[in-house]
């Protein structure tokens, strides 16, 4: 069964770094993009980047300059660099991957991100 596996999170002050992993348990094959979501209090759950097989990458509008997705060689761990956070960043980040012909997802159970002083 694959589980994926977040770690990073945690309280930061504004204008703060911290770096989000998401590590794939078990197998996956043909991974088609993977990347990271996140969800506020109150808020629907929006897409923060992705980043494809081919290595397209895409942002949101609100942490482009400030987010870095990235992936390890083999594709089965993604990173999200996040610099200059603000108190609006904070929510709980969600990673994914989804593979296959019926781009099945997977979900990693979250991890909380707060951004206060």
């Known amino acids: 069964q694959v589980q994926l596996v977040e770690s990073g999170g945690g309280l930061v002050q504004p204008g703060g770094s911290l770096r989000l992993s998401c590590r794939v348990s078990?197998?996956?094959?043909?991974?088609?993009?993977s990347g990271w979501y996140r969800q506020a209090p109150g808020k629907q759950r929006e897409s923060v980047a992705t980043?494809?097989?081919?290595?397209?990458?895409e942002y949101a509008d609100s942490v482009k300059g400030r987010f870095t997705i990235s992936r390890d060689n083999a594709k089965t761990t993604v990173y999200l660099q996040m610099n200059g956070l603000k108190p609006e960043d904070t929510a709980v980040y969600y990673c994914?991957?989804?593979?296959?012909?019926?781009?099945?997802?997977?979900w990693g159970q979250g991890t909380q991100v707060t951004v206060s002083s």
């Open positions: 078990g197998s996956i094959s043909d991974i088609n993009a």
């Open positions: 980043i494809t097989s081919g290595g397209y990458i």
């Open positions: 994914y991957f989804s593979s296959g012909l019926e781009w099945n997802e997977h």
